[in-house]
C-alpha cells in the first residue's frame, strides 16, 4: 500500500522572466506529488509523459524527492509543456499550453490510502474519463481534487462546471482558489461556492485567496487562516503545495473525523508551506524539515 496516488499531468515550464528563460520539470499534479515526498509520504504517480529528454528530466526531478513514478507513465509520443510568463509587478503566472493528456486505461495494481487528481489531467480529454474511471476503481479512503481551471484549454465554461462537479462528487476534499471559484461560479460569493461543493459531497472545501489568507469549510462550520507575509518572488508552485499539505493532513487527520480546530491548524500548516514556495523561484516546494513544529 502507497500512502498518496497522484493522477494528473506532469510537463516542462518553461519559465520567461526578467532573469531570462528556464526550463523546469512542473505540472500542477506533479509539483503535489514533488511535495508530498519532501513532507515524507509514500507517493506514487501515474501520468503521461515520452521516454525523451524531458521525460526523462521530469522523472529525475520527481524520483529525486521520493516519487514513484508508475511504469505506464511512459505512455506518450511526446512531454507535454507549458509556457509560463512571469509579470515584473506580483509574480504572477500567465500560462499557454502544449498539452497531450491519455493516461494508461490499465486498472491499476495498487492500493493507496489517498487518491488525488486534478488541473488539466480532470478536464482535458481523453484522459479526463480515464482519470474518473481510475478513480472509482481504486475506492480509496479519500479522494482530493483541485481543478486548478485553465480557461485556455478547456473552452467551454458550462460544460467545465459540470465536469468539476462529477469530480468533486468523487472527493473528500477539494481545493480551489478565488480565481478557480470565480470562473467556475461567476455570480456566486466564496461562502456560497463552499457551500454547493460540500453539498455535492465533500467533507472538507476550501478557497485560497493568495495573500488573503484561505477559508475552510466542513460541514460544521468554516474558518479563515491568514497567509503567511513573505517577499515573493513568483507564484509558481504556490497552490500546488497548499494541497499537497492539505493532503499530508489528511494522512493524519481523516476528513470524516475534522473538527473546526484541526481545520484551522490544518490551513496553518498549509499557509506556512505555500509562504516558503512562493519566496522562492520556480516550483521548488519544501522539504519536511523546513517547515518547523506544526503539531
Do not use: C
Not at 3 to 27: K, M, N, T, W
Not at 88 to 107: E, I, M
Not at 111 to 125: C, D, Y
Not at 248 to 266: F, H, K, N, Y
Amino acid at each position: 500500500m502507497t500512502d498518496v496516488l497522484v493522477i494528473g499531468e506532469a510537463l516542462v515550464d518553461i519559465v520567461v522572466s526578467a532573469r531570462g528563460i528556464e526550463e523546469h520539470p512542473g505540472g500542477s499534479p506533479a509539483n503535489v506529488a514533488l511535495g508530498l515526498g519532501r513532507f515524507g509520504a509514500e507517493v506514487t504517480l501515474l501520468t503521461a509523459i515520452a521516454p525523451d529528454e524531458r521525460g526523462r528530466a521530469i522523472a529525475v526531478h520527481l524520483e529525486q524527492s521520493g516519487v514513484v513514478i508508475l511504469p505506464e507513465s511512459y505512455s506518450a509520443d511526446r512531454t507535454s509543456s507549458a509556457i509560463a510568463t512571469i509579470s515584473a509587478d506580483d509574480g504572477s503566472a500567465d500560462y499557454t499550453f502544449d498539452v497531450l493528456w491519455d493516461p494508461s486505461r490499465t486498472v491499476l495494481d495498487i492500493a493507496p490510502r489517498i487518491v488525488h487528481t486534478g488541473s488539466i489531467a480532470a478536464f482535458l480529454q481523453p484522459g479526463a474519463d480515464t482519470v474518473r474511471a481510475h478513480v472509482r476503481e481504486l475506492d480509496a479512503d479519500e479522494v482530493t481534487f483541485d481543478p486548478n481551471i485553465r480557461p485556455a484549454l478547456i473552452g467551454d465554461r458550462i460544460g467545465a462546471v459540470a465536469t468539476f462537479e462529477e469530480t468533486a462528487a468523487l472527493a473528500t476534499a477539494v481545493k480551489l482558489s478565488d480565481e478557480d471559484a470565480a470562473w467556475l461560479y461567476p455570480d456566486a460569493s466564496a461562502d456560497e461556492v463552499l457551500d454547493r461543493i460540500l453539498a455535492i459531497g465533500p467533507r472538507l472545501a476550501v478557497i485560497t485567496r493568495g495573500a488573503d489568507g484561505a477559508v475552510l469549510a466542513i460541514p460544521d462550520g468554516r474558518v479563515e487562516v491568514a497567509a503567511v507575509s513573505v517577499d515573493v518572488v513568483d507564484t509558481i508552485g504556490a497552490g500546488d503545495t497548499y494541497m499537497a499539505s492539505l493532503i499530508d493532513s489528511l494522512l493524519r487527520w481523516p476528513s470524516a473525523e475534522l473538527t473546526l480546530p484541526v481545520v484551522e491548524l490544518i490551513g496553518g500548516r498549509a499557509a506556512r508551506a505555500a509562504a516558503i514556495t512562493v519566496s522562492r523561484a520556480g516550483a521548488d516546494l519544501p522539504w519536511r524539515d523546513a517547515l518547523g513544529g506544526d503539531e
